[in-house]
């Protein structure tokens, strides 16, 4: 059964390092999303996109969180100077459409550290 | 907010025993899934039901959802030590975003 997948699993890095997630969605999937899980909490939302735009953000989602999909199985999400609050799981999901009853499928996640 | 809320928060229960756990969220919803989350793992897609929908099986899972008190509640049935986990429930509000409520912590003893 296909699944989204990402890499890496874990990642450690220093504060004000600039840290790239990556994701593979389902093959035959359109939209796109990162949500986030800071130990202990709910899980929440970042960023959306399709058709190479963002197509809805969070207020997490600042100046500091970029997505890009650099070719045509990659979805990336770019933290450029990390912050020890940005320590968390961050999860990759992807849907084929975007109607009322598409089930959102989730990588496995990264778990990033800042130090 | 428009974040589901899971109640109890926790659970114990024995293996054969049936868990149920309900989801209440404010506004309305496109649809709404439940998801489960091993410790520290990934989350895994259980089951979605639409919102013109009242009743959803699969397997031993049992969902309701109730439109008209924004409430919901997963069923598990003949539950499984392999059960024990967080559950999630995720309300699809018409945006592309997935509001998911704190969970419940589901343990299920031999």
């Known amino acids: 059964e296909p699944e989204v997948t990402q890499t890496p699993s874990h990642q450690v890095t220093q504060m004000g390092q600039e840290v790239i997630l990556r994701c593979v969605p389902i093959?035959?999937?359109?939209?796109f999303y990162w949500y986030r899980q800071i130990l202990g909490q709910k899980v929440e939302f970042l960023v959306s996109?399709?058709?190479?735009?963002?197509?809805?953000k969070s207020e997490i989602f600042d100046d500091q969180f970029s997505v890009e999909r650099p070719d045509g199985s990659n979805f990336t999400l770019k933290i450029r100077s990390t912050k020890l609050e940005d320590s968390a799981m961050y999860f990759c999901?992807?849907?084929?459409?975007?109607?009322?009853?598409?089930?959102?499928?989730f990588g496995p996640g990264t778990r990033l550290l800042v130090l | 907010s428009q974040q589901g809320e899971e109640d109890p928060q926790a659970l114990s229960i024995q293996e054969g025993e049936n868990a149920t756990m309900n989801c209440s969220y404010k506004?309305?919803?496109?649809?709404l899934q439940w998801y489960r989350q091993n410790s520290g793992r990934g989350l895994v897609h259980l089951i979605l039901?639409?919102?013109?929908?009242r009743e959803k099986h699969s397997g031993r899972l049992r969902v309701t959802l109730d439109t008209s008190k924004k409430s919901s509640s997963l069923l598990i049935t003949a539950s499984r030590a392999a059960d024990t986990a967080s559950y999630f429930c995720?309300?699809?509000?018409?945006?592309?975003?997935?509001?998911f409520g704190k969970g419940t912590s589901l343990l299920v003893t031999p």
């Open positions: 995720a309300t699809d509000p018409f945006t592309y975003a997935l509001n």
């Open positions: 996109f399709y058709n190479n735009e963002i197509s809805e």
């Open positions: 999901a992807s849907t084929v459409y975007r109607d009322r009853g598409e089930t959102q499928y």
């Open positions: 039901i639409r919102s013109n929908e």
């Open positions: 506004t309305s919803i496109n649809n």
């Open positions: 093959s035959n999937h359109l939209y």
